[in-house]
DNA sequence: AAACCGTGGTA
DNA sequence: TTACCAAGGTT
């Protein structure tokens, strides 16, 4: 190995790497042209997902709202829907809100401009590299956790890249990296070397257009960098979830509700669930699947039932263990338990009670208390609402 | 700075 | 099976 000085091994790392993307890069739907819209959707989606992930996601949502004015104009519902099983749904909802903004304040087109750029909604300092870089070809860093991989390895750099503060060094050595006239490919070609030889686990050096010269493959280390923290492993929490029948003018439908605006799974539908506390877990736990005495059922169904009607105005008559499921998000991890259920007595009374349809809905919606976020649905509204997986799996479930 | 925000693939 | 983690952003 020719020992060479810095200034040599970046500018050899800067043109190995453009020569090896541009003869093997992949061809995906949105490497079809520079239009910022789709370059900006892209990168969006990307965001912690992987690329197989995204394409069948990026595909559907660019024909639905191929321009940014389309996404604009749509009803938000509808963007939700279609970024439905995606996660990070807030992504969604800010980029529908990005391009609110481009068409008020820029006309609707993307504007050749970092700061408004990086001024968009859910556009951080990685996103809005990118865009510059790929769509404009301004020369910007675009770090993301590949180029933080291939720089630590490349330049053998010890700092923590969990910490922030290693980004923005990684920044300012990034972008000294890239070749004259070429930002676009030299920082996807960062990110393509990341994905496909310089990955996380095993990368596979022998293919690597700059081994030569990689600091941490010359000192044997390259599977010991990056250095990152480990994330805390999500935490546990028990809930019990219920899907309730409905009957009369709501026979054939269950009950669902939509999440509040802000949080985990915002604006996303579900059923109604409840967080079991610690001191009913053991109720809960004793009425699952076959291992319950009737005695045991009762005592579980009267938690559920006091709970939900204190929590949602709504009674219930549970009817028996449905299925349990687990869940875990990048925090949280549920271990749920789902109940079936029908309503209970007063409800019933309502609906025996001989009024015309309307007013029987009407009544119903009175006795019940049914809460603007709740709604009755069958199989073909899941078609309309945006739901979370968990949710997706257990319904899907039940229609079945 | 550290917690919050989803999901699925991989070893 | 557990553990890691992927083209991050917001608060």
Known sequence: MEAINNEEAKAYFSRELLIWYRRIKRDLPWRMNQDPYRVWVSEIMLQQTRVDTVIPYYERFMSKFPTVRALAEAPEPEVLKCWEGLGYYSRARNLQAGAREVVERYDGVVPDDKASVAGLKGVGPYTTGAIMSIAFNRPEPAVDGNVMRVLSRYFCLEEDIAKPATRVGIEKLAASLIPEGAAGDFNQALME?????????????????????????????????PIKTKAKPPRPEKRVSVIVAGTGVNEGKILVRQRPETGLL????????????????????????GSGSSTEYAAAGEWLTRSLETDTGILIRPRGWFMDTDHIFSHIHWKMRVYLADLGPHAEMAEASGASLAAETAAAYEVDGLRDEYRWIGPKDMETLAFPNVFLRILRDYWT
Not at 196 to 222: D, F, Y
Not at 266 to 289: C, D, N, R, Y
Request: with cysteine; glycine share 6%; proline share 11%.
């Open 266 to 289: 915002a604006q996303m539908w579900e059923l109604p669930h409840l967080l079991v506390p610690k001191e009913q877990e053991q109720v809960v736990e004793a009425a699952g699947e």
């Open 193 to 225: 070397l990341g994905a496909l030889v310089c990955t996380p686990k095993s990368p596979s050096c022998l293919p690597c257009p700059v081994m030569e010269h990689c600091a941490a493959r010359i000192a044997g280390r390259e599977t010991e960098l």
